[in-house]
Each structure stands twice: as structure tokens, then as C-alpha cells.
């Protein structure tokens, strides 16, 4: 039972990106995925969450640039990021939860390995 985070890289402000989550070891398909994400030095914080119906939970801040969807038949979760800021720069992780979305971070398991965003001119 595994998550595999990967899409991360240096980008300009202003670009795009696009984060995969994929799963192994077990289906999505039931589950709610939620991707986060800790700068150093900061805490972790949501950003979003997608439930198993397709219902998406943005933070407010990111609404707009973030997108979430997912892809059942390839058992993966998109996070694609536009309008990048160097703000955003930050470990970003993807996480599961039981058929719903959660503040609580507590319920989310198991979590991905995280993959480097760096936005950076």
C-alpha cells in the first residue's frame, strides 16, 4: 500500500505544474485524496481535497491557480498549479482518507514521499 508523489521541479513564477498521485497496492477509488504541502519552517498546510463522487475542497488562498482531479481507471490524483508564485515553493505530499475530505490531518493515511516544488526566477 503505497503513494507515489512525483511532478515536482524548479519553475519560473508565473508557470505551471502538474503533480501526480499514484497508487499502488490498493484502489483510489473509494477513497478521498487530499494533496499538502510544508514550506520550510512553516506547518503544513491543505490544499486541496477531491472525494470519491469528484467533489473538490480548495483552500481558499489557492482557488483559482489549483486545480485537483482525479483519474479512477489510472488509479492517480492530479494537482495541476498555474500562476506559480515563489510563495508556493514547498514539499508537496498527497494523502488518503476514507471517502472524505478532513481538516484533520490525523485521519489521512498513508502519505505519499512528497515532491520538491521550487518556484524561483
Known amino acids: 500500500v503505497q503513494l507515489q508523489a512525483s511532478g515536482g521541479g524548479l519553475v519560473q513564477p508565473g508557470g505551471s505544474l502538474r503533480l501526480s498521485c499514484a497508487a499502488s497496492?490498493?484502489?483510489?477509488?473509494?477513497?478521498?485524496v487530499g494533496w499538502f504541502r510544508q514550506a520550510p519552517g512553516k506547518e503544513r498546510e491543505g490544499v486541496s481535497c477531491i472525494t470519491p463522487d469528484g467533489s473538490t475542497h480548495d483552500a481558499d488562498s489557492l482557488k483559482g491557480r489549483f486545480t485537483i482531479s482525479r483519474d479512477n481507471a489510472k488509479n492517480t490524483v492530479y494537482l495541476q498549479m498555474s500562476s506559480l508564485k515563489p510563495e508556493d515553493t514547498a514539499v508537496y505530499y498527497c494523502?488518503?482518507?476514507?471517502?472524505?475530505?478532513?481538516?484533520?490531518?490525523?485521519?489521512?493515511?498513508?502519505w505519499g514521499q512528497g515532491t520538491q516544488v521550487t518556484v524561483s526566477s
Open positions: 494523502a488518503t482518507a476514507r471517502a472524505l475530505c478532513y481538516s484533520d490531518y490525523a485521519v489521512y493515511n498513508p
Open positions: 497496492g490498493f484502489s483510489l477509488y473509494s477513497y478521498a
